[in-house]
Nanobody, 123 residues
Framework: VQLQASGGGLVQTGGSLRLSCAASGRSFSQYTMSWFRQAPGKEREFVAAIWRTNTYYSDSVRGRFTTSRDNAKNMVYLQMNSLKPEDTAVYYC???????????????????WGQGTLVTVSS
C-alpha cells in the first residue's frame, strides 16, 4: 500500500482544513486507516483512526476533527475544525491490515505511512 497525504496549509486559529490521503493497492477497505501528527521536537502522536467501521479520536481533537473514508475511491479524509495553534504539526496518514483495537493508537504498529503534510495554525 502506498499512501499520499495532501491538504495541509496555513490557517488562522478557529479555521478549518481538510486533509486527504490517497491509497493505492488492493483490499483498501480491509485496512485500518489512521492519522498521526508530529510537532517540532515532539513524538509522533495519534490523532484519529477508522478501525473496521468505527472511528476513534484522541482526547485533544475529539469533537473538532472528523475522519472518514471512501472505499470506492481509496481515500481517507480528516476534517479539522476549530483549529488551535497547538494543532500545528506534520500530519501523516497510516495504514495497516492486521491491527487489533488496542493497538491502533501506537505508531510503531503501522506498516504503511504517507509522506506527511504540514498544518500550521497561526494565533
Amino acid at each position: 500500500v502506498q499512501l499520499q497525504a495532501s491538504g495541509g496549509g496555513l490557517v488562522q486559529t478557529g479555521g478549518s482544513l481538510r486533509l486527504s490521503c490517497a491509497a493505492s493497492g488492493r483490499s483498501f477497505s480491509q485496512y485500518t486507516m489512521s492519522w498521526f501528527r508530529q510537532a517540532p521536537g515532539k513524538e509522533r502522536e495519534f490523532v484519529a483512526a477508522i478501525w473496521r467501521t468505527n472511528t476513534y479520536y484522541s482526547d485533544s481533537v475529539r469533537g473538532r476533527f472528523t475522519t472518514s473514508r471512501d472505499n470506492a475511491k481509496n481515500m481517507v479524509y480528516l476534517q479539522m475544525n476549530s483549529l488551535k495553534p497547538e494543532d500545528t504539526a506534520v500530519y501523516y496518514c497510516a495504514a495497516d491490515a492486521r491491527l487489533i483495537l488496542s493497538s491502533i493508537t501506537q505508531a510503531q504498529n503501522y506498516d504503511y505511512w504517507g509522506q506527511g503534510t504540514l498544518v500550521t495554525v497561526s494565533s
